[in-house]
């Protein structure tokens, strides 16, 4: 009886489930895996008025990663946040073919002992067409943590590339 109720509190602690979701927007298209990216640097996430220090640079490093997995071409980096206007000529003259604008839409690290609340980061990324200006691709990413006390360790940027590997799969389908 006692080992049982070992293994079940061990199951308790450890269990919750995470989960991703991730769409597409309409006139989404798959990306070719030969072309060049620029990806732009998204704003810090937020929780009502906490900022999250470095989440953009997070989930920009997250994102090229992901990336790096798929794309046969160049991938450059912006270094600082600029405007999407600021971005597509940036890409221009570095001969790159899209740009990649991330948008952090939630970033909640929340989860304690005593909410139960679990971890949450959400993101908006649009892929432009440098030439044309033509948004080519519009996705809504959103990732929820793990619940339960081993869940503790979890912090937003924990979920980013399992969102990640869920949107590669979406985005060179072919």
């Avoid at 006692?2 to 199951?11: G, P, S, T």
């Avoid at 937020?46 to 990663?65: P, R």
């Avoid at 405007?83 to 690290?109: F, H, N, R, Y």
């Avoid at 989860?111 to 908006?124: E, H, M, Q, T, V």
């Amino acid at each position: 009886m006692y080992k049982l109720f070992l293994c079940l509190a061990a199951l308790l602690i450890t269990s919750g489930c995470k989960s991703y979701e991730v769409s597409f927007n309409n006139g989404s298209k798959p990306i070719s895996v030969k072309k060049s990216l620029y990806v732009m640097l998204p704003k810090d996430g937020h929780y009502g008025t906490k900022l999250y220090a470095k989440s953009g640079q997070i989930a920009q490093y997250e994102l090229v990663n992901a990336l790096r997995k798929k794309i046969k071409g160049e991938i450059k980096v912006a270094s600082s946040i600029t405007s999407v206007q600021e971005g597509i000529l940036a890409a221009k003259k570095q001969k790159m073919d899209l740009l990649v604008c991330p948008e952090i839409t939630q970033w909640e690290d929340r989860n304690s002992a005593a909410s139960g609340i679990r971890d949450k980061a959400g993101l908006n990324i649009k892929i432009i067409d440098v030439t044309t200006k033509k948004v080519i691709s519009n996705a809504d990413l959103y990732g929820k943590g793990r619940n339960g006390l081993m869940a503790l360790k979890d912090r937003p940027e924990r979920i980013l590339p399992y969102l990640f590997e869920k949107y590669m799969i979406e985005l060179f389908k072919n």
